[in-house]
């Protein structure tokens, strides 16, 4: 297959061409030429006035529901959804059932993922079952593929479990995912602590519970002489902590939900289920700090945490309403709203560079005779997001049937190229 992508900007921080508008030529998924006016003869030709080239996204926090939950997203479908978004990559979280705490759930996903358009990195389990008493087996699951371990969306309470994951994955590089919510302070709460849950009549989930685990991981994260990624941050508090234990030369990272840098507790005035998330949408205050955080490299990687779910577990009472929305295909558009078009080379760095380094992966090159992994796409693009264009099977999100500014015009990965 040859194609041409004519007239583009590049976006890629590692290559000669940053910031350059360039042709570049592709030849079965090999880089063949990169330069200025290439006529190419018996080609397939993108171009798009004002569009942009860059690395391949990376999503470090996704669900699908493959194990278990097919009904809600399988690895096919969760697949396409994210290629229609613009990953190349992602990691897949272990809220499945079974959880990915052994190799054998490890190898499942690997092995399935061969034959799919994207990348798949399951993260493994901390604890057996993510039941938060018993260390699973990390390093079993890190030889069979997983690089980064989780109790996805369930917070590690046990301190002394996370001391021991942490100093024992040191020696083989793998990273700790911690989900930072202290459950004695949150509760049974649903929605953020502050006037709008006052006003909504509903028990708030105080930020004190997300800024007190950080601290909490922070210092046994330096006792263990190990780095820490923190998965949706979503407080001011939380963003000035991990501020200040990287002035201080700590190995810590974080990342936030795109979703959480455009939306904030003023949304859930109609109790719409599908502004349910976890952690929640917290005060307008809140939101500023973490576009800020992302601006100034506190926080390192946006994130879709993509979270499927059927219409009967959110067509129900806001209180019994599971949380999380679909968010693979809206990622970038809702980022391109949060942190704006001149803060789009940050935006990039933080969906390729950052998310790859913080999984220990290798960066994507563009160079001649390197495979493609690219990600080919208009930041001032309109675009409407509804059930016709959604790929997933799963559609809980209160973006739906709504106009998208900034759009993913097609992908070159895997020797196949992709225009949507």
């Not at 194609?3 to 998924?29: P, R």
């Not at 307008?284 to 926080?299: F, P, Q, S, V």
Request: charged letters at 25%; one cysteine or more.
């Amino acid at each position: 297959m040859r194609l041409l992508i004519k007239s583009v900007t590049i976006l890629w921080e590692n290559s000669d061409f940053h910031q350059l508008n360039q042709d570049v030529f592709l030849e079965d998924g090999i880089i063949r030429q990169i330069g200025t006016h290439l006529d190419i003869p018996d080609v397939e030709v993108w171009h798009e006035e004002g569009s942009y080239l860059s690395a391949g996204w990376f999503d470090l926090d996704a669900n699908f529901g493959e194990p278990g939950f097919e009904n809600r997203e399988d690895l096919e479908t969760g697949s396409q959804a994210a290629l229609s978004g613009g990953f190349t990559g992602l990691a897949l979280m272990p809220n499945t059932q079974p959880a990915f705490h052994a190799k054998t759930q490890i190898e499942f996903i690997k092995n399935k993922a061969r034959e799919l358009p994207i990348d798949l990195f399951p993260i493994g389990c901390i604890s057996k079952n993510r039941e938060g008493r018993e260390m699973a087996e990390l390093f079993d699951m890190y030889q069979t593929g997983a690089l980064a371990f989780s109790d996805g969306d369930r917070p590690l309470e046990n301190s002394g479990l996370l001391l021991r994951a942490l100093q024992y994955t040191r020696p083989f590089h793998a990273k700790i995912f911690s989900y930072p919510e202290e459950i004695s302070l949150s509760g049974s709460a649903k929605v953020h602590e502050g006037i709008n849950s006052l006003r909504l009549g509903m028990k708030g989930i105080p930020s004190l519970s997300e800024e007190w685990m950080i601290q909490r991981d922070l210092m046994i994260a330096v006792y263990a002489e190990s780095p820490i990624h923190f998965t949706s941050v979503s407080s001011s508090g939380a963003v000035e902590l991990i501020r200040e234990a990287k002035a201080k030369g700590q190995k810590v990272t974080a990342s936030v939900p795109s979703y959480h840098l455009v939306l904030d507790d003023g949304n859930l005035s109609d109790f719409d289920t599908n502004y349910k998330v976890r952690p929640p949408l917290r005060s307008e205050r809140d939101k500023n700090a973490l576009i800020h955080g992302l601006k100034d490299g506190t926080i390192d990687a946006i994130t879709s945490r993509h979270t499927p779910h059927e219409i009967e577990y959110k067509a129900v009472e806001f209180e019994l309403a599971l949380d999380g929305i679909v968010n693979l295909q809206t990622c970038f558009p809702l980022a391109i709203q949060g942190l704006g078009l001149e803060s789009l080379n940050t935006l990039i760095r933080a969906l390729t560079i950052k998310p790859r380094a913080i999984m220990g992966l290798s960066q994507p090159e563009l160079k001649i005779g390197e495979s493609a992994n690219f990600c080919w796409f208009h930041p001032d693009k309109n675009w409407i997001f509804d059930k016709k264009s959604l790929k997933g099977k799963s559609f809980n999100s209160p973006f739906l049937n709504k106009e998208m500014r900034g759009k993913v015009l097609g992908v070159v990965f895997k020797n196949r190229n992709t225009q949507f």
